[in-house]
RNA sequence: UGACCCAUGGUGUAACGGUAGCACUGCAGAUUUUGGUUCUGCCUGUCUAGGUUCGAAUCCUGGUGGGUCAGCCA
């Protein structure tokens, strides 16, 4: 190899993030043979393109450093927890293409464990059961700025304690009526170690465990030993955890035993998307209220929608990596989401040409009733997806907006008198505009030139105009849903007075009936990724029948005609 | 008036005491049978005030600005 080709080596290495950083010295110093991460969900509503960030995170930590990584649902609140959930999680994960270490995990699995470690921590008096009400801990518990009180119950005997708390599990008190609550500091200055509750009482059936527990343990007394158990060497978490690392760290320390996997917290910065919202809450609202037609609309940022909407894992994976990982807040233009799916479909996606607005041509020296086959690249970018064959006659369909009677310099399509190629086909020239009573263009009426065959040109003319096109005779008609970004506002949830709601955008979905597609169209199964030559990404939906196709506009291309004024 | 965290072009993200780089966006141009792709060039940045140092985006201190925390949610 020369100097110059490790130099170019170097150059391409990606600079590591601040978690890759600590991996990779915890590896070095052999602090971890193998590192071992986690994707922790509580299964109550979808993942969304911020999960995926993480999970892209987690996993990636994983296969880059031959680790192992979990997957392990966050299940101690049988109240808001849900199967139909916890599916659509693992299909989601699956999808992305990660395969996660062993079985699924569940921290509902590790209720027993939990419980004898929260027995230690009684008899070690670091935990006590709590008589208070609900309201009556949160008014003591202080604010950020005056310190809280302690309980009155707080110091009653260990073997009280374990009697109480075994009655608690027993179900011989009502919801609400005891909890178990860490022995800690009511006047730390982190609000977490106020002697946070570790258990609660909710007499509900669980989605795993069913009625065999009517105590439940808090995140804070789940998450950091779900770790231990699982020998995780970095937690990896949002932000809005770091004031939890303290206590994170506290039950750790109490359980521990040497010589096993002590796992890290580190915490990053969630992502945010302009134009849309992330809160579990907020996309919630806009199912339930009928914003959206599900969790798995094309216009949600949730991984469902976004894979409806054509988006492949790879290109969520290509934004993952552009959007990197640090502890700043942010906001990602979602013009960078939509760069990374041009950037993988431009590799990959079968070319096609589709007329969304069609206009009537007829060619007037082409033989009537003659027919012929011209071949078409599948692929420019990709060679081995070869070519197809396009039927061609003398009635075709071209793009209304590829047609204007009165056109600047600039503009460099179809107008009367002027001559455009017809992609893989032939020249045309306009020579007739015909319209209705009411001054509407109904047709064109045009004459090709049979040397141009295949768009080449005959006698080297430039041609600067190249349309689509389709044989009217061998048009498949399909439905075209053409999405738009879901709000106006570029944070919609940034507004103190306005809900988030006011900035719906109305046309963030427009549906054009009676598109023009060549056949090639019709072997097409929903989930199938296309370009439309000249306008965008497009995949085929599920709501397809056998006489309907119905196709969704992934993102359109780019276009600098309509930024200049062409 | 507390604790913890953060601060680099319009947006993201590097530089680990030694020339502020990369990507996206924007602008200009070349190529082009997609006004796509590709290629070239350009614009724009270290929150602030001190200190340490031969040298500070980087280390220290004070400000300023932003985020998180008062669920028996995660």
Redesign the pocket.
């Known amino acids: 190899m020369t100097e110059k080709e490790t130099n170019e080596i170097r150059e391409e290495k990606k600079?590591?993030?601040?978690i890759e950083?600590i991996v990779e010295e915890d590896l070095k110093s052999g602090k971890h043979k193998e590192i071992i991460t986690r994707f922790?969900?509580?299964p109550?509503g979808y993942l969304h393109i911020g999960h995926a960030k993480s999970i892209i995170l987690n996993f990636g930590l994983g296969e880059k450093y031959n680790g192992k990584t979990n997957l392990r649902f966050?299940?101690?609140?049988p109240?808001?927890e849900d199967v139909e959930y916890a599916d659509s999680i693992l299909e989601d994960v699956k999808w992305l293409g990660y395969k996660w270490h062993g079985e699924v995990r569940y921290?509902s699995d590790y209720f027993e464990q939990l419980y004898e470690w929260a027995i230690k921590l009684i008899k070690d008096g670091y935990a006590y059961v709590?008589d208070?009400?609900?309201?009556?801990?949160?008014?003591t518990?202080?604010?950020?700025?005056q310190p809280?009180k302690e309980s009155p119950f707080r110091n009653r005997s260990v073997e009280e304690n374990l009697d109480l708390f075994e009655r608690m599990r027993k179900g011989e008190f009502k919801?609400?009526?005891?909890?178990l609550r860490a022995k800690i500091d009511m006047s730390?200055?982190?609000?977490?170690m106020?002697d946070?509750?570790m258990y609660?009482?909710?007499h509900a059936e669980h989605h795993r465990t069913g009625n065999k527990w009517c105590i439940?343990?808090?995140?804070?007394f789940?998450?950091g030993q779900s770790d231990y158990i699982e020998g995780i060497t970095h937690s990896i978490c949002t932000?809005?955890?770091?004031?939890?690392?303290?206590l994170y760290d506290w039950f750790l320390d109490r359980i521990y035993e040497e010589g096993k996997t002590r796992p890290r917290q580190i915490?990053f910065?969630r992502l945010?998307l302009?134009y849309t919202v992330m809160s579990k809450r907020k996309l919630l609202k806009l199912v339930e209220n009928g914003y959206v037609s599900g969790w798995d609309d094309p216009r949600m940022p949730t991984i469902s929608g976004l894979r409806r909407r054509g988006y492949t894992p790879e290109s969520l994976k290509i934004f993952a990596e552009?959007?990197?990982?640090?502890?700043?807040?942010?906001?990602?233009?979602v013009?960078?989401l939509?760069?990374s799916v041009?950037?993988h479909l431009?590799?990959t996606a079968q070319?096609l040409m589709t007329v969304l607005d069609p206009l009537k041509v007829t060619i007037t020296n082409y033989p009537e009733d003659k027919e012929e086959m011209l071949p078409a690249?599948n692929?420019?970018?990709d060679e081995s997806a070869g070519t197809r064959e396009v039927p061609f006659s003398g009635t075709l369909y071209i793009e209304r907006e590829?047609f204007r009677e009165e056109?600047n310099r600039?503009?460099?399509?179809l107008k009367p008198g002027g001559e455009v190629?017809?992609?893989?086909?032939y020249f045309i020239k306009c020579n007739e505009v015909i319209k209705d009573e009411n001054g509407n263009i109904t047709e064109l009426l045009c004459t090709y030139d049979p040397l141009?065959?295949?768009?080449?040109?005959p006698d080297g003319r430039k041609?600067?105009?190249?349309?689509?096109w389709v044989s009217a005779k061998h048009a498949v008609d399909v439905d075209v849903r053409l999405y738009d970004r879901l709000f106006s506002d570029e944070t919609p949830d940034g507004h103190k007075d306005k809900d988030f709601t006011e900035f719906i955008n109305p046309e963030s979905l427009s549906v054009l009936k009676n598109c023009k597609s060549e056949p090639f169209i019709k072997n097409a199964v929903p989930g199938d990724r296309f370009?439309?030559?000249?306008?965008g990404y497009f995949c085929v939906d599920k709501d397809s029948s056998k006489d309907k196709i119905i196709i969704n506009r992934t993102v359109a291309?780019?276009?600098?005609?309509?930024?200049?004024n062409?």
């Open positions: 600079s590591l993030n601040f950083q922790p969900p509580e109550n966050d299940d101690t609140n109240v808001k921290a709590d208070q009400s609900g309201e009556e801990i949160s008014a518990r202080g604010t950020p700025l809280g919801d609400g009526e005891k909890v730390s200055p982190n609000m977490h106020r946070p509750v609660r009482i909710k439940y343990p808090m995140y804070d789940t998450h932000l809005e955890f770091e004031n939890h690392r303290p915490e910065a945010n302009s552009k959007v990197g990982v640090a502890k700043r807040e942010n906001i990602i233009d013009g960078l939509e760069y041009r950037e431009n590799k070319r690249v692929n420019p970018e590829d056109a600039k503009f460099f399509r190629r017809l992609r893989y086909a141009s065959k295949g768009g080449k040109s041609v600067k105009g190249t349309l689509h370009q439309f030559e000249r306008k291309l780019r276009d600098s005609r309509s930024k200049k062409g």
